[in-house]
């Protein structure tokens, strides 16, 4: 008797076929979550280094202002936010808090003083992540 004829023999290569898609099936799950996992590491990492940037510029935004009470000024806000210390300041620990977390190399900070607020934006990856704290120096622009 013929095997591929055989009952047997149907059910072999049925089994096989079913065996064959359950693994492809497998492997595309694997894939799709190891894409899942990569893209909450990557936000995770950006989000990371936002508040990382913010953080840094919020350290240069209190020491002018303890500058400027001690001296009995009004402080600068756009000094201190133009600074190209301060934007330094937050793109490296926007980097370090990014590499730390796995993510990318960071492609641009930027810092804007409005609406009582200080915002830092980091570009990642073309992805964009936002901090900020309250800053009554900031008013409206």
Request: charged letters at 25%; aromatic letters at 4%.
């Amino acid at each position: 008797m013929d095997a591929v004829r055989d009952d047997r023999g149907q059910a072999v290569l049925l089994a096989a076929f079913i065996i064959a898609i359950a693994a492809a099936v497998l492997i595309g799950l694997q894939l799709q979550q190891a894409r899942a996992f990569a893209l909450e590491r990557s936000r995770r990492a950006g989000e990371a280094a936002a508040e990382a940037a913010t953080t840094a510029v919020a350290d240069a935004y209190a020491a002018a202002l303890r500058e400027a009470v001690a001296k009995k000024r009004v402080m600068d806000i756009g000094r201190v936010i133009g600074s190209a210390a301060t934007n330094d300041a937050a793109r490296a620990a926007a980097a370090e808090a990014s590499a730390a977390n796995g993510g990318s190399a960071i492609d641009d900070v930027t810092l804007r003083c409005a609406d009582r607020r200080v915002e830092v934006t980091i570009l990642s990856s073309g992805a964009s992540y936002r901090a900020g704290f309250p800053a009554g120096e900031c008013s409206r622009r």
